[in-house]
């Protein structure tokens, strides 16, 4: 391995970020000027991300594991749960943990789910959106809403 190469792999393994990867995505606007570069952090692609997710209808929200619950339980929420985000120069690939609706289908809501992902992502950065990986953790049971009257009138019974 030659010395550049080593020097490569030592700068991706040195920036892993939370959302995993490469820290950062250094995109050079003007191959005219040297010196200017634009930094794009995978934290910001990452809630790009959540925010279109949020707007598909079919997705219920983002699972984040044990750690993202707890952190909304204590009152924080976290646009990044449930993604990871890996950064190759001006590469993306994407990783999302999703919730689906009960009654939908879960290959056309993950199909548009990703359309609008690699859409929004690239018009928004200039990167190029690699790859995108859903896993469906779980599906959104709505709960009937004479179930939710009768939990509504026994918490008011029990005061």
Do not use: C, F
């Amino acid at each position: 391995m030659s010395e550049e190469e080593k020097k490569a792999k030592e700068g991706k393994e040195g920036k892993a970020g939370k959302t995993g990867g490469a820290d950062e995505a250094v995109l050079k606007p003007d191959p005219a000027k040297e010196g200017d570069s634009i930094r794009i952090s995978s934290d910001v692609i990452a809630v790009i991300t959540s925010i279109v997710s949020s707007d598909v209808p079919g997705i219920a929200g983002m699972s984040g594991g044990v750690v993202g619950g707890i952190a909304e339980r204590l009152g924080r929420r976290d646009m990044t749960k449930g993604i990871r985000v890996d950064v190759d120069e001006d590469r993306v690939s994407i990783e999302l943990n999703v919730i689906v609706e009960y009654g939908k289908s879960i290959v056309d809501s993950t199909d548009k789910l990703k359309k609008q992902i690699r859409e929004h992502v690239e018009k928004t950065t200039g990167l190029t959106v690699e790859a995108i990986n859903i896993n469906v953790q779980g599906i959104n049971v709505p709960q009937e809403e004479g179930e939710e009257e009768e939990k509504g009138t026994e918490k008011k019974e029990n005061k």
